[in-house]
């Protein structure tokens, strides 16, 4: 959750911040208190508001997990009999994500049915690929679909980075996954921003100093094409995917900053991001910004919002 103090984020059961010193009690008069133009998540009651709640601001409502029930088990009664769903690696890979973010663990029978399923999708050179059949175009952490590439690295990129949360990284067909991805990219430059993204959050996930290395060469490759505070895409969906895959780099803090200007010309007047999913937007900046403790400087920055 963020600092009430400083606004940077405190890793969960941190017993203080680690900037400011601020033992995490949470504000007496109300759980907005730690970044009011949060407030309009109070009467949001979709995953993603359940999410930021919770992520943002360490708070559960009490109508939130009647919520997640009902949601876990939609999910799982759209789930088909051969374990996956629409028949599609990427949807696959979505689902159990988001039954990861609402706490169903990788040991759950219906979870080991879709890993079956996907992990039958391995080829012998550890490559994933979607079925031809399948309109490739996913959902994805900022709330718009993107098309992905039905096979390569990108597939990869997504797969994984939406796989490994569950804490798969040690089960064998992820570890070819992830040797494949490292051995597809070499690392610097990508077709576009928008392909680094899933690839940077899935190496930021990925153990080991080659990870690392590529996913810092990547990083490097989106320095030198931003402009302005953009990677391209001044808003729009692409903007915030783009940081999203930055908030998991502490190298990536010097970007962020040359991108402060253009996030606070996005800002809503309530202070959030974001005119359609607005919960997810608004999770995906205030999560980067504030893992790099950059929140204060927006906040600070907001003359238009009585902070
Ligand atoms: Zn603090
Ligand atoms: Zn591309």
């Not at 508001?49 to 939609?74: F, K, S, T, W, Y």
Request: aromatic content about 8%; proline content about 7%; some cysteine.
């Amino acid at each position: 959750m963020l600092c009430p103090e400083c606004l940077s984020f405190l890793p969960a059961g941190a017993p203080q911040c680690p900037d400011c010193g601020l033992a995490p009690a949470r504000a007496p008069d109300g759980w907005w208190h730690a970044y009011p133009p949060l407030r309009f998540l109070a009467s949001q009651r979709n995953l993603p508001a359940i999410l930021a709640r919770r992520n943002l601001l360490g708070l559960r409502l009490p109508v939130d997990e009647a919520q997640c029930e009902g949601l876990r088990r939609g999910l799982l009664l759209t789930q088909l009999a051969g374990g996956s769903w629409n028949a599609s690696l990427g949807w696959t890979v979505w689902r159990l994500y988001q039954l990861h973010l609402l706490g169903v663990n990788r040991h759950h029978p219906a979870v080991r049915r879709a890993l079956a399923w996907i992990y039958a999708r391995l080829d012998a050179h550890g490559e994933f690929h979607e079925r031809d059949e399948v309109v490739n175009s996913y959902p994805t952490v900022m709330g718009e679909e993107l098309a992905i590439a039905k096979r390569g690295v990108d597939l990869h990129g997504y797969a994984l980075a939406h796989l490994l949360p569950l804490g798969l990284a040690d089960e064998a067909p992820l570890r070819a996954a992830a040797e494949f991805l490292l051995a597809r990219y070499p690392g610097g430059r990508r077709c576009c921003p928008r392909c680094t993204a899933n690839l940077l959050a899935a190496l930021a996930l990925i153990p080991g100093e080659e990870a690392r290395a590529r996913g810092l060469s990547g990083l490097a490759w989106l320095a030198s094409v931003q402009r302005d505070g953009a990677w391209r895409n001044r808003g729009g969906p692409l903007f915030y995917f783009i940081l999203y895959a930055l908030g998991e780099w502490p190298e990536a803090r010097e970007q962020l900053e040359r991108s402060l200007p253009l996030i606070c010309r996005l800002r809503r007047p309530d202070g959030a991001w974001g005119h359609t999913q607005r919960a997810e937007k608004t999770l995906v900046v205030v999560e980067a910004l504030a893992r790099h403790g950059l929140l204060h400087e927006v906040a600070r920055n907001s003359p238009r919002f009585l902070y």
